[in-house]
């Protein structure tokens, strides 16, 4: 069973949510009207956060899964881990300014790219 993985999956999930309700507050804090994506900077890097969580759940999640199963659920769940805590250094940073962003872009970026580099390597290792 994959119950840490599963965990990891739920809390990437509740922290895409979070993103989307700080959408929202974004909005009604700035005056920015749907269907507007822009106007105000507080609510455009707040949009961003959310639409670049969102870009990157798609790279992310099969391959935790996929690292999960052929490489063992407690280490598929570490590394989901730290590609959450990126994310989370990401949101912090960018929400005080686009230019601290970096840090938590670089965090979330080699976790995903471990991940995906991982399960390619182990499911070429079993095909040859």
Request: hydrophobic fraction near 55%; glycine fraction near 8%; proline fraction near 4%.
């Amino acid at each position: 069973m994959y119950h840490l993985t599963a965990l990891v999956t739920l809390l990437a999930i509740a922290f895409y949510l979070f993103t989307s309700i700080n959408v929202s507050r974004a909005r009604t804090k700035t005056g920015i009207k749907v269907p507007a994506t822009s106007g105000h900077p507080d609510f455009d890097r707040a949009f961003r956060i959310q639409m670049n969580t969102l870009e990157w759940m798609p790279i992310v999640l099969p391959s935790l899964w996929l690292f999960a199963i052929y490489n063992g659920d407690a280490l598929a769940a570490g590394i989901g881990a730290i590609w959450i805590i990126g994310r989370i250094v990401y949101f912090i940073g960018y929400s005080q300014a686009a230019a601290k962003r970096g840090p938590g872009f670089a965090i979330q970026a080699l976790a995903a790219v471990a991940l995906w580099v991982g399960a390619l390597g182990a499911v070429l290792l079993r095909l040859v």
